[in-house]
């Protein structure tokens, strides 16, 4: 009884826990669900819109980054279907995606598919021609009569591009395509003449030119009929991202859709302009780099150089217009300039409205963006690092800032940049402000290196400028900017930067003798120990001469030699005699004792030699610049100087003797270094047959004594 008592007890507690335990699980598995709801995406490839068409190509674009935003918000995880526009759109009305992007709003639509509270962009709708196509003109559209324009199925673009030849009375004959894919490959082909395209998809530098626009709309992300969940689920993730960054979309269309064909298209008032002009004037500052200079030889360098270049690349101007530049030494006679007309761009010009309209010139917009920054010296104070500042007369960048922000601190005036500097290093000025590109130039110089530099988190821009009333040059310079990737002045300036600041050898002693200590102690040990090892690596331990490997080495370069017709040398081939018998009857030690006392008669008598024991008894000594009797001329030597050993007292009896033989390079008939060492080694085993006739009782094991 108490058994079963207890058995109920138990099973009490267990359904307690579970009953407590369920609910919490369910809700933590719906919650997790719900984090990762998985949600298909139809996905058509669209320049700029949408790219990665294969599941492991990397995705980008508008829409793929106003997904992701959404999915910030909403937890989603996104399946992508690939697929061609029309075929998506069927599957979106279908049930068998949950969302298309890119859906303009039409009231046929929304009866079959549900749009979003809040749009995903605006695109406008152009008929496209080939770049140099002269048989189509935006300017008579008649030409644009019987031409074979590409669009696509169920889709707005196609509705006005239809209604706008109907309001225009302009035929041309349609084409229909399923994706943008095959449209574009027939227009490359030239099976279209023209096609219809939103204007935010076709890059400046497509070869794409825009004819007229046939429409406008908005577009959203479609959502499937069924799927109100995830309809509620997107409106209120619009909703918060709307709260959080009203300029959200505008953001997105200026990442991706700034550099359009639409907008380097030129105006038909921009295209006389350019027609009535072959050159335009520029006038820079001059030694302002890394932003402008003109060198003795007219070379111009500087960001500007690189602008205009990408400037006219972009609108289709390179070899159109040719640029003119003048330096001028002071910013107010760069201005002068071009106000009277001299000039007809003036850079750099700080960007401030207020004086530009002083000035009676126009200001494009931003150029290139700086940092500012401040120069001082000992340390920072609010109330007396900015009592004096040190302005130049080629900087109005400098005038104006100081002006605008101390109105209540003296000016002290000067010609430079680098003169502000100096007036503050001589306690003339108390500071001077400094755009980052002079602070990084200038501050690298030694003569300024006491001066402490401060970034104030503010950022200036210069801006390129026109005389007011030159309406034309103001709008092309300001199109042409707009497509300019601002990396590519980014990097510019940085390139400049780099090869400008002057730092010497000199410099960077001064400033680390102790590391430059270190670094040569570390160095010459590094040597002493890397030329000890390549010695030891290449030297036989027994004998000190070159091993084999060195061997092999000295072989190369001789090959080497007589490959470029400037070989001379002779060599000389040894062998001890009996060293089988030494080892045998004396023991190895005697042996080797036997081949250190020949390695050592060798070097007397070879001493200039290249010796080497590339061999257990072998030797071989190259003489360059020698003949043949020169070599035998030593063997006499060498003959004398065995019986000298011989003579003393050695750990073996056995006489110390080295078979020997030699040759010499003969360029008529040497074409390798192999011939001739193969006669030297014949005529040292013709001395070595000889020896062994003579001695017959050294080839055997001699007696212990």
């Known amino acids: ?38 949600v298909r995406v139809g996905w058509y490839i669209s320049e700029r819109f949408q790219e990665g068409e294969a599941e492991q190509d990397r995705k980008s674009g508008y829409s793929y980054e106003y997904l992701q935003d959404v999915a910030n918000y909403t937890g989603w995880e996104y399946e992508y279907v690939p697929g061609g526009w029309s075929e998506l759109y069927d599957a979106l009305l279908n049930g068998e995606i949950d969302l298309l992007a890119g859906l303009s709003f039409t009231e046929e639509r929304a009866a079959l598919l549900n749009y979003p509270a809040y749009e995903m962009g605006l695109e406008s709708y152009y008929i496209y021609k080939r770049a140099g196509n002269e048989d189509i003109s935006g ?60 204007n935010n998809n076709v890059a400046s530098n497509s070869g794409f030119t825009p004819v007229v626009a046939v429409g406008e709309s908005s577009y959203y992300l479609g959502v499937a009929k069924g799927r109100t969940d995830l309809l509620d689920q997107l409106n209120k993730a619009l909703a918060a991202l709307k709260e959080s960054n009203p300029f959200f979309i505008q953001s997105l269309q200026l990442k991706y859709f700034s550099h359009t064909a639409v907008n380097a298209a030129l105006s038909r008032e921009e295209s006389e302009w350019v027609a009535g002009h072959s050159s335009i004037r520029v006038g820079c500052l001059d030694d302002c780099m890394p932003y402008c200079d003109i060198d003795e030889d007219g070379t111009v360098r500087g960001v500007l150089s690189d602008v205009f270049r990408e400037w006219l690349s972009q609108l289709g101007l390179s070899g159109k217009i040719v640029l003119e530049y003048r330096a001028y030494p002071r910013y107010d006679d760069l201005i002068a300039a071009l106000r009277s007309g001299e000039v007809d761009v003036a850079f750099p010009v700080y960007d401030s409205i207020w004086s530009s309209e002083k000035l009676g010139i126009v200001q494009t917009g931003s150029v290139l963006e700086s940092g500012v920054h401040i120069a001082f010296r000992g340390e920072y104070s609010d109330r007396t690092t900015t009592e004096r500042i040190a302005v130049s007369k080629r900087s109005e960048f400098q005038q104006t800032f100081a002006e605008v922000n101390y109105p209540e601190s003296d000016i002290y005036t000067a010609d430079t940049p680098e003169d502000c500097l100096e007036a503050v290093k001589q306690g003339k000025a108390t500071c001077a402000f400094l755009d980052s590109g002079h602070a990084e130039t200038l501050l690298s110089k030694r003569s300024f290196r006491t001066l402490n530099r401060m970034a104030l988190g503010e950022s200036i821009s210069f801006c390129m400028g026109v005389k007011k009333g030159n309406n034309v040059l103001y709008s092309l310079l300001s199109r042409g900017l707009s497509l300019i990737d601002k990396s590519i002045v980014t990097n510019a300036i940085y390139e400049y930067i780099s090869s400008d600041i002057e730092y010497s050898l000199y410099d960077f002693l001064f ?52 490959k470029e017709n400037r070989a001379e040398f002779a060599l000389a081939v040894f062998d001890l005699n009996g060293l089988k018998a030494i080892n045998d009857t004396y023991g190895h030690d005697a042996g080797d004792r036997a081949l250190t006392d020949a390695g050592r008669v ?14 257990g008894d072998e030797f071989i000594a190259i003489e360059m610049n020698s003949s043949l009797e020169e070599i035998r001329q030593r063997f006499g030597l060498l003959d004398w100087e065995l019986e000298e050993v011989n003579r003393a007292e050695r750990p073996y009896v056995l006489p110390l003797s080295l078979a020997k033989g030699a040759a010499a390079f003969i360029p008529e008939t040497d074409t390798d270094f192999n011939r001739v060492f193969e006669r030297a080694d014949q005529a040292m085993y013709e001395d070595k047959r000889m020896y062994y006739e003579k001695h017959n009782d050294r080839r055997k094991k001699q007696p212990t004594q």
């Open 1 to 38: 009884m108490k058994r079963y008592l207890n058995r109920m007890i138990l099973f009490s507690l267990l359904l307690t826990l579970l009953y407590f335990a369920l609910p919490f699980s369910a809700a933590a598995v719906g919650a997790e669900a719900e984090q990762h709801q998985k």
């Open 139 to 198: 300017i008579d559209l008649s030409t644009l009569n019987g031409k074979r324009v590409g669009t696509l199925r169920n889709n707005l673009m196609t509705e006005f591009f239809e209604a706008w030849m109907e309001d225009t009375g302009i035929t041309c004959e349609e084409v229909l395509f399923n994706d943008f894919e095959t449209r574009d490959k027939a227009f490359a082909d030239g099976s279209i003449d023209a096609l219809i395209a939103v």
């Open 511 to 562: 400033d680390h003798p102790g590391l430059v200590l270190a670094v040569v102690l570390i160095i010459a040990g590094l040597v002493v120990v890397v030329k000890l090892v390549q010695h030891q690596a290449a030297v036989d331990g027994l004998t000190h001469f070159g091993n084999k490997r060195a061997y092999q080495n000295a072989v190369k370069q001789l090959k080497k030699r007589i």
């Open 602 to 615: 060798l070097k007397k008598v070879f001493g200039n030699a290249r010796l080497y024991r590339y061999g």
